[in-house]
């Protein structure tokens, strides 16, 4: 027989295991009873905020880099480098020489050619000789053939003669004109030896040491203009409208934290990006700082002007909607517990806060929370944020 205490062990697993099997069934039933959308039946949390009346003084912030006129001095001619007056930093006026480099076959080519001016000058004098020569002995040539002395063959071989050396003299003038133009070429060549400075500014890259051998092109020095840095910034199609030169701007950098720098719109490209729907933008600031830098990232706020009596509220509020092939703004409004959707469009912004249309002082409006909700669902009020 078996033991009873096996016995009684086997009946309480057994006992178990049908009150867990129950369990479950039970749970998979309830589970399979609950309605479905019941989470979604559940009031989301959301905040809200209240719609105002205000003056808005409109800005829209975007993000720029600084610029400035650059210049990059290359070698015009082959040779080595034989010095590099600058680096990096230094400053240099207008017309200052910052390199120099090796112009001894430049200079060979200039001896050279002006010996060949000379030698042009002595042919075209020796030909203008001949030629004077040849014109006295013709204008004697025709008084002795009206005296019948000599023959018409004779005569014409003094034209002809006459003719010729006044071709070779002409030769020689454009022989000479020739040599001279050499001259000048290879004079601006050595002078190209010299590297000087376009312009007031400062070194922003220096590429060779003395030494160095270059050819036509090769890049020795990279120059920055002072005075005030430029702003290029790209501007979405929606605040064009307000944009024209003259416009004024702040632009902060991350060298400079918090501190604006002030400036105003120079120039608004002609053309807006099919790729992003903006437009390029140029500015000047109105002041040179030594700690910004060409090149630097600069958030540009502009300053769009002033909207008097204007329906405000947190750009948080705002939502997109797909209608049909389109996207439509506008917000939730808080209805007696439930979200609202009521198109709107906006008129300007400033900062985080948005003034739009259709929209009246005092209205609630849904500010956190309600991104994924559908017209009507139900809504739980968690906190209310400030008013715009």
């Known amino acids: 027989m078996p ?98 480099i090796d112009a001894i076959q430049a200079e060979r080519q200039i001896t050279e050619a002006n010996a060949e001016v000379r030698s042009s000058d002595a042919s075209r004098k020796r030909a203008e000789a001949e030629l004077a020569s040849a014109k006295t002995e013709l204008e004697r040539g025709r008084k002795l053939f009206a005296e019948k002395l000599i023959t018409e063959q004779e005569l014409n071989t003094l034209r002809s003669r006459t003719e010729v050396l006044r071709a070779d003299t002409q030769v020689a003038d454009a022989a000479l004109a020739r040599a001279k133009a050499r001259v000048s070429v290879l004079r601006q060549v050595a002078g190209e030896a010299r590297l000087t400075a376009p312009f007031v500014g400062a070194v922003a890259e220096r590429y060779l040491d003395p030494g160095a051998l270059v050819q036509p092109g090769s890049m020795v020095l990279r120059l920055v203009k002072s005075g ?66 060409p090149g630097m990232f600069a958030s540009v706020t502009l300053e769009l002007g002033t909207l008097k009596d204007a329906n405000v509220v947190l750009g948080s509020a705002l939502v997109e909607r797909e209608e049909g092939a389109s996207k439509r703004t506008g917000v939730f409004l808080l209805e007696s517990d439930r979200a609202k959707w009521h198109p709107t469009e906006v008129l300007g912004r400033a900062g985080d ?25 139900a809504v739980r009020v968690t906190e209310n944020s400030s008013s715009p």
């Open 228 to 293: 005030p840095l430029r702003v290029r910034l790209r501007v979405p199609e929606r605040d064009l409208g307000r944009v024209a030169p003259g416009l004024r701007f702040v632009a902060k950098t991350q060298a400079t934290g918090p501190e604006g720098f002030a400036g105003k719109v120079l120039r608004v490209s002609a053309e807006v990006s099919r790729i992003d729907r903006t437009s390029m933008v140029e500015g000047v600031l109105d002041a040179e700082d030594p700690r910004l830098k």
């Open 3 to 100: 033991n009873p205490a096996r016995r009684v062990w086997l009946a309480v697993a057994a006992v178990s295991a049908i009150l867990i099997a129950v369990a479950a069934l039970s749970h998979m039933a309830g589970a399979q009873a609950q309605p479905e959308g019941a989470a979604a039946r559940k009031p989301a949390a959301v905040r809200v905020g209240k719609v105002t009346r205000t003056t808005l003084k409109l800005s829209a912030e975007h993000q720029g880099e600084l610029t400035s006129d650059v210049a990059e001095l290359s070698a015009q001619i082959t040779g080595r480098v034989t010095e590099v007056r600058v680096n990096i930093g230094d400053r240099f006026a207008a017309g200052d020489l910052l390199a120099r």
């Open 353 to 377: 806060r948005i003034a739009v249309t259709s929209l009246t002082p005092g209205q609630t409006v849904l500010v956190f929370g309600h991104e994924a909700l559908k017209d009507g669902a």
